[in-house]
């Protein structure tokens, strides 16, 4: 019997994390199986996935139906909802969490994407869902945005765990990193431990493909140097800047700095590749995944891309193979005169508007059940 690739990662120093979270999973063993079966060990929310759970499943309308029932607001049933589903998430993972002594095993919940550039409202919103679902393995989302930034090292001073989100460049990675240092220093300040602060930064990848590719061969079909210089690049430019953002990664957390701090028992603040389902049907369903298998790495998968890595991957350790080629493609960016660093600008500046419009979409979802519940009791 061949071995089942997912598990294989874990060999590689990779984790395997769910993107993906609906109360069926939870209470049909579909989360519970595949952390058996496949070596699942972390899970991630957003907005997007809440919106597709709730609005467009009825997992949940009893709930709703008893909520509204007891006089409660919108605001407040959407929020009961997604912290039970956190909490019981959590609650699976928490043997994994403790297998590995507090090193995997992790839930995430975002705050509202309506405060990702409001650094006073995240950093109170992230506080109140920390306390509020009470669990020690759990990451509470924040954006990448300039906003987030001191909300990252506030939350981090205080020993709450943080998912940097929404992260498309580079410039930004090391802010982001920085921004954690940061938070451990002023730790260290206040003679608080370290060992018990967890943080990854998300790296969303198949997005910048996407918005990348049509330009590539826009450039293509007008021909000239250009076109010459932007040969081969297609599809190449996610996995090139996810390989630099791993070069920059063991720089950071192998200097004399991050020492100083990893010897009073910080951990390094690790990259997680999101956004991996592919969404040109050109490139391979793994591509995501096949490129980017490093050490102290993790990958947060769709069920599809799960089942498609769990039948014909090729687990193989493969992020620092071709280093110095994605390097190259970044540079032929710069010779063709695209700027990597405005379009990840705008990937962040999109990626924060189809948050909001999710959060929106799955309030617009909730009225409409509680006011079909109320129409039931009425005329029942």
């Known amino acids: 019997m061949n071995e089942n690739p997912l598990l294989k990662l874990e060999s590689f120093g990779q984790s395997v994390w769910l993107d993906y979270l609906r109360r069926n999973a939870i209470e049909n063993g579909y989360i519970q199986g595949l952390i058996d079966n496949d070596g699942l060990s972390g899970l991630t929310s957003n907005p997007s996935i809440f919106e597709k759970a709730i609005g467009e ?46 090193e995997d095993g992790f839930v995430s919940i ?8 409001n650094t006073s409202g995240t950093i109170a919103e992230a506080r109140r869902l920390w306390s509020l679902v009470n669990r020690p393995n759990m990451f509470i989302k ?23 989100t929404l992260l498309f460049g580079l410039p930004r990675y090391k802010e982001v990193a920085e921004a954690y240092l940061l938070g451990l220093e002023d730790r260290v300040t206040k003679g608080k431990p370290l060992d018990n602060v967890h943080s990854v930064a998300s790296f969303f990848l198949s997005r910048i493909d996407v918005l990348v590719d049509p330009i590539l061969e826009k450039l293509r079909l007008e021909g000239g140097l250009r ?99 994605a390097y190259e493609v970044l540079e ?46 009425k005329t029942s």
Not at 142 to 164: D, F, K, R, Y
């Open 57 to 102: 499943s009825n997992d949940y309308d009893d709930d709703i139906q008893t909520m509204a029932q007891k006089g409660k607001s919108i605001d407040e049933i959407y929020e009961a909802l997604t912290v039970e589903d956190i909490q019981n998430a959590a609650d699976l993972f928490r043997p994994v969490y403790d297998r590995l002594h507090g």
């Open 110 to 117: 975002e705050v509202s994407p309506d405060l990702a550039h």
């Open 142 to 164: 924040v954006p990448a945005t300039s906003a987030g930034l001191p909300a990252i090292q506030q939350l981090i001073s205080e020993g709450i765990n943080v998912n940097i």
């Open 227 to 325: 076109a010459e210089i932007v040969a081969g690049l297609h599809g190449q430019v996610a996995i090139a800047s996810a390989k630099v953002a791993y070069q920059i990664y063991q720089e950071i957390f192998t200097s004399d700095r991050f020492l100083k701090l990893s010897k009073k028992g910080a951990l390094p603040q690790r990259l997680l590749w999101a956004s991996t389902s592919t969404k040109n049907p050109d490139y391979s369903d793994v591509k995501y995944v096949e490129a980017l298998i490093g050490d102290k790495t993790i990958n947060t998968l769709p069920p599809q891309t799960i089942e498609d890595y769990r039948d014909h991957g090729k687990p193989t350790s493969s992020l620092e193979e071709g280093t110095q080629e």
């Open 332 to 377: 032929g960016l710069r010779e063709a005169e695209i700027d990597l660093d405005q379009l990840t600008q705008q990937l962040e500046d999109e990626g924060v508007k189809k948050f909001s419009l999710a959060f929106e979409k799955v309030m617009s979802a909730l009225k409409n059940k509680m006011t079909s519940s109320a129409h039931k009791m």
